[in-house]
């Protein structure tokens, strides 16, 4: 079983910057790291993904440019490098593991998921 923590969420002005960090452990038997975000009163919506052994990645069309995700092997921890962030980008990020080998975007691909950061962007 794989366990994800999440970390570096907080509050920022808008056309700041934040990275979250995501650390595996336990059976790390992962492909494809994820991360997703969830805003008040929104479904949750998949932000970005990186392959864990080869570094392909793939964004959200209507993030790239702004959000970087990339990964330390030797730290088991993706991060989510994310700027010139927007008071839309206001939400609960999530990290999340998939045994997959392909890129996976859809919340059921994934079968680990951490708590959940909180970032909040003012205006």
């Known amino acids: 079983q794989v366990q994800l923590v999440e970390s570096g969420g907080g509050l920022v002005q808008a056309g700041g910057s934040l990275r979250l960090s995501c650390a595996a452990s336990?059976?790390?038997?992962?492909?494809?790291m994820g991360w997703f975000r969830q805003a008040p009163g929104k479904e949750r919506e998949f932000v970005a993904a990186?392959?864990?052994?080869?570094?392909?990645?793939y964004n959200a069309d209507s993030l790239k440019g702004r959000f970087i995700i990339s990964r330390d092997n030797a730290k088991n921890t993706v991060y989510l490098q994310m700027n010139s962030l927007k008071p839309e980008d206001t939400a609960v990020y999530y990290c999340a593991a998939s045994p997959g080998t392909g890129i996976a975007t859809a919340q059921a691909q994934y079968n680990a998921w951490g708590q959940g950061t909180q970032v909040t962007v003012s205006s």
């Open positions: 336990g059976r790390t038997f992962i492909h494809i």
């Open positions: 990186i392959n864990w052994s080869g570094g392909s990645t």
